[in-house]
């Protein structure tokens, strides 16, 4: 009888303990099965009626049960101690760094963007590109001195140079778009161009450019200029003036510079703007007639204006940066200033 009741308490006993989800509760049935007025610790008040080898018997059964329960309560109150000190639900949660645009990416969206406001269409070209439409097609052929502006990286195919190069301008993407859309038309390219160059603070030998040309009956110098001080205006968030200086680009007649007003010093001359009061932001122009004959546009009814700007400059500028390679650098103390 005895026996039966303590191997009841037993097998009751380890079941309600290890049920225990908290401390609070496994104290409560600390209390129940091992406490002075426990069910267990009573019956051994009546263990000295008992006859000597009984009493032997059910001592050592009692013994059992006692330190069971204690080896089996001591257990389940270190797995509870482990997870309240891990858990507290009152604790604020761990941050996840779920990482953020990067602010070149975020760039060339909103310089895309205005460009889209602008009218333009946007078309993604390759980086890989053949030598006329780096080249030929721009009015640069084979042997002309100016293909020495553009340090060209050239695919090599069996150790040999092949026609294939990496573009080094944006503006190669003028042919494939003036031969697939007739005019009107208004296009822009973003992307990332190549020079076999040095390195140094301010030039890298990849880097991003736009390139945006637009053609129609009536296209000049006029629409080009305001179009582009408008995209000034809308990525600097300021009120830009723009000027054109003469320049030289064999894809375009006349060929500009661009300058914008130091956005540093409002023209009044500091070190960014090496004391001019300028920056020089662009190259631009009127499209050169060969350019449109060589895609079988007639140059004599159409005209139209092209231009072409480096975009990881601009956001050095806009944002005070002084070195180009960081940029394009994994350096997480630059990348998440912005
Ligand atoms: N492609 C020129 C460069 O990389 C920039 C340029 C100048 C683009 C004049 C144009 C342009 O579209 O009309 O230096």
Redesign the pocket.
Known sequence: MLKDILKNILDQGKKDILMCRTLEELENIKIKYLSRKSELMSLSKNFSQLKPNEKKEIGNLFNLVKNTLIKTYEEQKQRLDKISINFDPEHPGKQINIGREHLLTNSLVKIRNIFINLGFNIYDYHQIVNEKENFDYLNIPRNHPARD??DTLWIENKNKKSDYLLR????AF?HYILTKYRPPLRFATIGK?FRYEATDKSHDFEFY?I???SLSETTNLQNLKYTIEKFFINFFHKDIKIRFRPSY?P??EP??EVDINCIFCNNKKCATCKFSGWIEV????M?HPSVLAQAKIDYKKYRG????I?IDRLIMLKHNINDIRILHSSDLRFINQF
């Open positions: 502006l553009w080094t301008h944006t503006t003028q161009v450019q390139d945006a040309l680009f894809f375009v060929g500009l662009a190259g631009a122009g499209i204006f092209a231009f072409g480096g």
